[in-house]
């Protein structure tokens, strides 16, 4: 046995050397062939992989935006950012998102990422919708400090530079590294999204005010998804009321125009103007509230011509509009009957687009 | 119009679009109608027009009136620069080109003005300087372009 094995395993091991030999190095037939198709596969496997990771990624960020949760009342949609700014006659920050006026979206629509407030609806049209973004110089959001309460108004200053927190007192509490979260008194934004963080606070000069600069807490060019958040849910404006979209659209209202309270239409803020079912138009009980302030005529010649004082007992309409309208002085009205009417029935009459279209052509000119 | 002719626009429309996606602030359709007006029938260049215009129109965030002061000065500079210049020269197109890289600083400001907005000045000083450059250059290749097309009577 011994001797067999003396005998046998050196055998074995020439045997393995000379077969190895002759495969790895002199017997190369269909090597090429095979080589050829491995490197198929490899390629194959490559762009799938590159496929899953992207797809792995898309999946992470659909994620964390619909980790975030709406405010209460508010329902949230998810867009895609087709472009930013687009053509020669874009002056403004903007985004173009793949929504429009078919899937609900109407103008000053908030416009959020994960990380806070993007945005709001500059123009729409029926399939995509203009973003105005917080960091054009022509946006103006009131905003309060999360911890020390204290309120100002976030102005943009423009790509690449950081936001500017205006008219905040000399003693006003405030610190670095606090967030910004919207106050909701433009009547645009619910209540306590976060927008910015403070960077750096100082003085300029003899100002009454602070100088206060901060940074938005998402980056424009890193962004391909957003979430638009609706009070309720979404109405898709009907084909028939399509015209009036895209005529309102054409009216970009300026960005500190949600700075005045009673320009904006109260369905955002007022409980009162919120269907109790997020339906489409569902029906609802139409409280016979009073409703003083719709008929006034409104100061402007344009609104006059508006009829919200019909509307709630003709069209029973929900309590919204003339709920809603009690609460704000007389040029809001027209604004929320519309915009009710628009929002919270399917079935827009032209009037009803004709009323927004006015309402939101007087409320242009406050903000800018 | 020929079948050729129509792709072609329609490409180019689609191109200019992208391209004006990649670089925001330059119009990538303005060569096209110079190009148009050169080379086609006059109805070509009017309704490309129309509907670039509203292309831009609509694209942009400037009030209604913006586009069609853009391409209504384009043309006129058009009609006033070849009664003294050969039209399909370079150089002509080159001067073409600062005229509309001026105009585009002069109209965002104007038109920022009137509707009461802050704009970024060295951000439209840049665009307005990518607009003079990239304008007779794109231009050059549209032409050639179009002189290639299968059915075109200047194709070799």
Redesign the interface.
């Known amino acids: 046995m011994e001797f067999a094995r003396w005998v046998l395993a050196p055998g074995k091991l020439v045997h393995d050397q000379v077969t190895s030999f002759w495969y790895r190095y002199l017997y190369f037939v269909g090597i090429r062939q095979q080589n050829d198709q491995l490197r198929q596969e490899l390629d194959a496997a490559k762009d799938e992989l590159s496929g899953l990771r992207e797809n792995a990624s898309e999946v992470e960020r659909l994620r964390r935006l619909l980790s975030m949760t709406p405010p209460s009342e508010w329902t949230r949609q998810g867009a895609r950012i087709i472009?930013?700014?687009?053509?020669?006659?874009?002056?403004?920050e903007?985004f173009?998102i793949d929504k429009g006026s078919t899937s609900g979206v109407i103008v000053n629509t908030p416009v959020v990422s994960p990380e806070g407030v993007v945005g709001r609806v500059?123009?729409i049209?029926p399939s995509a919708a203009?973003i105005?973004l917080i960091t054009d110089?022509?946006s103006r959001i009131p905003v309060v400090s999360q911890k020390n309460r204290t309120q100002g108004i976030l102005k943009g200053e423009?790509?690449n530079r950081e936001l500017v927190l205006q008219y905040v007192p000399q003693g006003a509490p405030i610190e670095e590294g606090e967030i910004l979260v919207t106050s909701g008194l433009e009547e645009i934004f619910p209540k306590g999204l976060p927008m910015a963080r403070v960077t750096s606070i100082g003085r300029s000069g003899s100002s009454l005010f602070q100088l206060i600069y901060a940074t938005p807490l998402f980056a424009p060019l890193q962004l391909e998804e957003v979430a638009l958040i609706f009070k309720g849910t979404p109405v898709p404006q009907p084909v028939s009321a399509l015209p009036a979209a895209a005529d309102s659209a054409?009216?970009?209202v300026?960005p500190g125009a949600s700075l005045a309270p009673g320009s904006k239409s109260g369905k955002h803020k007022t409980p009162a103007a919120i269907p109790p079912s997020p339906g489409q138009g569902a029906p609802v009980a139409p409280q016979p509230v009073p409703t003083p302030a719709a008929p006034q005529p409104a100061p402007t010649p344009a609104q006059p011509a508006s009829p919200p004082a019909a509307k709630p007992g003709k069209h029973k309409a929900p309590a919204a509009a003339p709920a809603a309208s009690t609460a704000t002085p007389a040029p809001a009205p027209s604004v929320r009957s519309g915009d009710a009417a628009s929002r919270g029935h399917g079935s827009a009459t032209p009037a009803d687009g004709t009323d927004t279209k006015k309402s939101r052509k007087s409320a242009r000119?406050e903000g800018? | 119009m020929r079948p050729g002719n129509i792709a072609f626009w329609a490409f180019f429309t689609a191109v200019g679009?992208w391209l004006?996606?990649v670089i925001?602030?330059?119009?990538f359709l303005a060569p096209g109608l110079i190009l148009a007006m050169q080379e086609e029938k006059w109805t070509v260049p009017v309704w490309l027009g129309l509907v670039w215009l509203f292309?831009?129109?609509?694209?942009?965030?400037?009030?209604?009136g913006?586009?069609l002061l853009?391409y209504g000065t384009l043309a006129g500079l058009y009609f006033f620069g070849h009664w003294l210049f050969e039209a399909r020269n370079f150089l002509f197109m080159f001067i073409l080109g600062i005229c509309l890289g001026s105009m585009?600083f002069l109209l965002?400001n104007v038109?920022?003005l009137l509707?009461?907005?802050?704009?970024?000045l060295e951000?439209?000083l840049m665009?307005s300087v990518f607009?003079a450059l990239i304008f007779p250059v794109e231009w050059g290749l549209v032409y050639l372009i179009h002189h290639h097309l299968p059915d075109d009577a200047h194709a070799a």
């Open positions: 472009s930013h700014r687009l053509g020669p006659n874009a002056a403004l903007t173009l500059l123009r049209s203009t105005l110089p022509n423009g790509p054409m009216t970009p300026s000119p800018q | 679009v004006q996606s925001p602030g330059v119009d292309i831009q129109e609509g694209t942009g965030s400037l009030a209604f913006a586009g853009w585009h965002i038109m920022a509707q009461d907005w802050t704009i970024p951000r439209v665009e607009q």
